[in-house]
Each structure stands twice: as structure tokens, then as C-alpha cells.
């Protein structure tokens, strides 16, 4: 599994850094920034923070 | 797709004494396509019920969120609440990409990281406000005395108004929100104060700048100068009685599910259970869509019912349970889309604290008058109680 986020979608609702911490962060402005490629551990996470993104900023690519 | 002819119901102002949820929504959600209504004044708007309806709606390019629409729902101006949304900066009311640019000047102030910062400065309101409950004797309101404070002065000290005005900015926003207690004038004059006074602020911060929200945006220039008292009005209003509304419902809740007290998803769940802005999230057609099988010609008026969305049964098990360890985050209670709550993450910490300092504090704390006795407020968009007497 392979993430992109588009901080231009973004509207830093902050939904990915409650739900994954670990992957995501918000940059100076607010705007989301992936802090790691998530592994096994963080997938589910991660695919929740996808889920819940209001502007779908955040896509989770199955290759 | 061909559809039965649609279901026709009356529009879903709350009733006194009617408990959450609101009966019948369960019956909108089963009935296929959408729900049609009619506003007090008349006009005809289609009810949306469904979590994954609403979740379309709210983020479907061919549906607007500005007033100025032919045919978008005024629910609030038709049940008299003054017209704010004529005022440049008045962000919630525009679509992308005119909406985005303020929404970008203003993220920074409102990341997960910021509004943690703010911890201490919202704690030491709340204990504020505990110290004044308790002082006063053995029995209070907990709406005047606690629910509607907090977020006021929470939101006056990230704006930088001085600790000497916010008595002021905080009875100016509450005549501005009663609806029941104050006339149409009053409240046209508590917002033309308001307004007046925000400009006062602005013109004061471009002088002599401070730490604060205002002073920031000032330096960033992305706002325009006649701009910044409109969305300051917004961060003002959208915040107040939201938060005011939820704490109270809140309280009541966890004094009815006490097993519940101490834990922080109670937070999340007061939200999604009571879904204190049902009627906020309005928005008009302006080109013909369909949604739910049923086409929506444009200036067709749309109201999504975050309530009937946060208690479908496809989107959350039990819905009708208070049940915090459902930890649920997908609700609609904040909205969805790019005009999803800005306030959102301030607002959890608020609540976070607010629940659990008062029930600290004050562990014998008891509704003084039945559940079934609570005054509901049945005359604007939002949900809340008028009054929570306790005592203790
Ligand atoms: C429990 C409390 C709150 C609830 C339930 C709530 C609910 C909502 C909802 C449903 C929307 C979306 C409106 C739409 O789709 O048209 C919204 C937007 C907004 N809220 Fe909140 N809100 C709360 C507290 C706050 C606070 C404390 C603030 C600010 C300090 C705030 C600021 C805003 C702003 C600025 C918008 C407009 C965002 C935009 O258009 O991009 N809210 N809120
Ligand atoms: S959840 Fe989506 S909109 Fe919110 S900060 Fe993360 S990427 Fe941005």
C-alpha cells in the first residue's frame, strides 16, 4: 500500500493527525504533509485517516 | 432511474418536549430518493437523510453554499435570525475557489497543534467559570453560567480581545443567539455593536499588533482589511452556540449515563448523538443534479440533516445508543466537504475539559429539574436548551 496526499485539497480539517499521527502531520500553514510511507502497522490507520478526510486529500494507492 | 412520487413532510423544527432524536427521520431514511419539505415561509427544499446522501451533497461541485442563490434555503432568516451573511469575509457563505483563500489564512490558527497549545488558557477559563458556580451557592444555570462563557471567552482571547471587553463581547454575542429572549431589533443591534467593535479591533491591531489571530492575519495580508471584520464576526458566531449547546446537551447526557463520566469519547459521541447543527449545513442547485436517484433541478433549495445522517443505521451500529466507545469519527456533526468545522479541533478540547473539570469538581452535580422538564429550544437552526438548573 502506497499513500499521496494533495495539500492542495487540503483544508486542514486535522482528521489524518487524530487518526495517524504517526503519518501525517500539518506543515506551517496547516496543510497535510505525510511524515512516513505507513507500514503494517500504521496501514489501518491510515486507510481510516483516507476515509475520513472531508476534501479527500489523502489516497491510498493499492500497488 | 424512475422514482415513486416523493415523500412530502413537514419541515423538522424540533418540538418542546419531543427527546433526541427527532421522531420520524428513520422513516425519511427508508423512503427512497429524497424528502420534500416546505421552509416556514413556504419555499420547497428536499430533506437529505442518508450519512452517504449527505456526505454527496457536501462535496458535489454542482451545489452551492451561497445565499445569494436564487432558491437557497434561508431557514435561519425566515425564523428571524438577524442577516450576517451580506458581510464581505463571510466565508461559509461562498463556494470554491473564492471560499479557499480565507479558509488557507485561517487553517494555521486551528491545527491539531495549535489549538493543543491552547490548553492551559482553556483550562484556566473553565476553572474560572467552576470557581464563580460554586461561589454563588449550591444550585446554578448551567447554560448562562458555564456552557455559553467558555466558548465566548475562548474565542475572545484567540482573537486578542482584551480581558476588559469580553463582558461585553460576551452579552453582545448572547443577545445576538437568543432567539426566544430577545426581540428582532435587539438582536440587529447586539450585531451592529459587534460589528462595530470588531472593526474598532481591527483598526486598533494594525497600530499596535499583538500575539494573537488578528494581528497575524494583519501581517499575512491574505485577508483584505474590509474583509477581516466579516470573518472575524463568523469565527465569533459559528463558535458560540455550537459549543454552548453541545456542552449543556453533554452534561445531561452524562448525567444520565454516568458510567460514561471520566472518559474523553464521550466527547465525540455527544457530538454525533446530538447533532446540534441539524440545520445548519444549507445549500442550493445550480445546475440540475441528482442525488439519491432523485433529480434536484438548479435553485432548488437542499437541506442535509446531519442528525438523520449521524443516527443511519448503515453508517453506525445502534445509533440510537450514547455509546463513546463506538469512538466514531466518520458523523457529519462538524459537516463534510471543504466547509467542514474549521473550529472542529478547538471544540473537542473544549469539551474535553469542560466535561471533565466540571464532574471533577463538582462530583455530586444533579439536574435540578426532570430530563423530561428541560426547556428545548424549538425556534432556531441550532439544538440545545434553553437552561440546565442543577445543583449540587
Ligand atoms: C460543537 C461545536 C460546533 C459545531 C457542531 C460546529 C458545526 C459546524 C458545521 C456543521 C459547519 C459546516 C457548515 C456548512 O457546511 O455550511 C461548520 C463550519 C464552520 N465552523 Fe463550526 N461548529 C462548532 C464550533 C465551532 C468553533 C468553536 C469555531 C471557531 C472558533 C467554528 C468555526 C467554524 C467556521 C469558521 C466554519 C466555516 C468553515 C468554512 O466554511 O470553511 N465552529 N461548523
Ligand atoms: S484530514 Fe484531509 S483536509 Fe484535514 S488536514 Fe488531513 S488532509 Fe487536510
Same mark, same amino acid.
Given at each position: 500500500m502506497r499513500i499521496t496526499v494533495d495539500a492542495d485539497r487540503c483544508?486542514?480539517?486535522?482528521q489524518c493527525v487524530l487518526s495517524a499521527p504517526e503519518v501525517f502531520d500539518q506543515d506551517e500553514d496547516g496543510l497535510v504533509t505525510l511524515l512516513m510511507t505507513p507500514g503494517a502497522e500504521e496501514e489501518a490507520k491510515a486507510r481510516l485517516a483516507s476515509g475520513l478526510c472531508p476534501s479527500r486529500a489523502i489516497t491510498v494507492h493499492e500497488d | 432511474m424512475t422514482l415513486s412520487d416523493p415523500l412530502v413532510v413537514d419541515f423538522p423544527l424540533r418540538k418542546p418536549?419531543? !427527546?433526541?432524536?427527532?421522531? $420520524?427521520y428513520a422513516g425519511y431514511r427508508e423512503h427512497e430518493g429524497l424528502v420534500l419539505s416546505h421552509l416556514p415561509n413556504g419555499d420547497r427544499v428536499w430533506l437529505v437523510t442518508r450519512h452517504e446522501d449527505v456526505r454527496a451533497v457536501l462535496t458535489d461541485?454542482?451545489?452551492?453554499?451561497?445565499?445569494? @442563490?436564487?432558491?437557497?434555503?434561508?431557514v435561519g432568516v425566515s425564523l428571524?435570525? &438577524?442577516?450576517?451573511? +451580506?458581510?464581505?469575509? #463571510?466565508?461559509? $457563505?461562498m463556494d470554491s475557489p473564492e471560499h479557499d483563500r480565507f479558509r488557507k489564512a485561517l487553517i494555521p490558527e486551528f491545527t491539531v497543534r495549535r489549538v493543543r497549545a491552547m490548553r492551559p488558557a482553556i483550562e484556566e477559563t473553565v476553572d474560572r467559570c467552576i470557581d464563580a458556580l460554586l461561589a454563588s451557592g449550591d444550585s446554578g444555570d448551567l447554560i448562562a453560567d458555564f456552557a455559553l462563557p467558555i466558548p465566548s471567552l475562548v474565542i475572545s482571547s484567540l482573537l486578542g480581545v482584551p480581558p476588559g471587553d469580553r463582558d461585553f463581547f460576551e452579552s453582545r454575542t448572547r443577545t445576538l443567539i437568543s432567539i426566544r429572549d430577545s426581540t428582532e431589533e435587539q438582536r440587529t443591534a447586539a450585531a451592529k455593536d459587534l460589528l462595530r467593535y470588531v472593526n474598532r479591533l481591527v483598526s486598533i491591531k494594525e497600530k499596535w499588533r499583538g500575539d494573537d489571530l488578528i494581528s497575524r492575519l494583519l501581517a499575512t495580508g491574505s485577508i483584505a482589511t474590509h474583509e477581516l471584520p466579516g470573518v472575524l464576526m463568523l469565527l465569533l458566531i459559528a463558535g458560540h452556540e455550537t459549543t454552548a449547546n453541545n456542552i449543556g446537551l453533554g452534561v445531561v447526557t452524562l448525567l444520565m449515563? &454516568?458510567? #460514561?463520566?471520566?472518559?474523553?469519547r464521550a466527547v465525540e459521541e455527544t457530538l454525533r448523538f446530538h447533532s446540534? *447543527?441539524?440545520?445548519?449545513?444549507l445549500r442550493v442547485a445550480v445546475e440540475d443534479v441528482e442525488i439519491a436517484g432523485q433529480l434536484v433541478k438548479a435553485g432548488e433549495g437542499i437541506v442535509p440533516l446531519v442528525a438523520a445522517a449521524n443516527h443511519d443505521e448503515n453508517a453506525f451500529e445502534c445509533p440510537h445508543m450514547f455509546d !463513546?466507545?463506538?469512538? *466514531?469519527?466518520? @458523523?457529519v456533526a462538524f459537516g463534510? $466537504?471543504? @466547509? +467542514?468545522?474549521?473550529?472542529q479541533n478547538l471544540v473537542r478540547i473544549e469539551m474535553e475539559i469542560a466535561y471533565r473539570k466540571l464532574f471533577e469538581r463538582i462530583p455530586t452535580l444533579e439536574l435540578a429539574v426532570p430530563v423530561d422538564g428541560l426547556a428545548v429550544k424549538t425556534d432556531g437552526v441550532l439544538y440545545g436548551l434553553h437552561e440546565l438548573p442543577v445543583r449540587w
Open positions: 483544508v486542514g480539517a486535522g | 418536549g419531543v !427527546p433526541f432524536p427527532p421522531p $420520524g461541485p454542482k451545489i452551492s453554499s451561497n445565499p445569494e @442563490h436564487k432558491g437557497f434555503p434561508n428571524g435570525v &438577524p442577516k450576517q451573511t +451580506q458581510i464581505p469575509g #463571510w466565508f461559509v $457563505g449515563n &454516568p458510567q #460514561w463520566i471520566g472518559d474523553d446540534v *447543527a441539524d440545520l445548519v449545513s !463513546p466507545s463506538r469512538s *466514531a469519527r466518520h @458523523h463534510y $466537504g471543504v @466547509h +467542514q468545522c474549521l473550529g
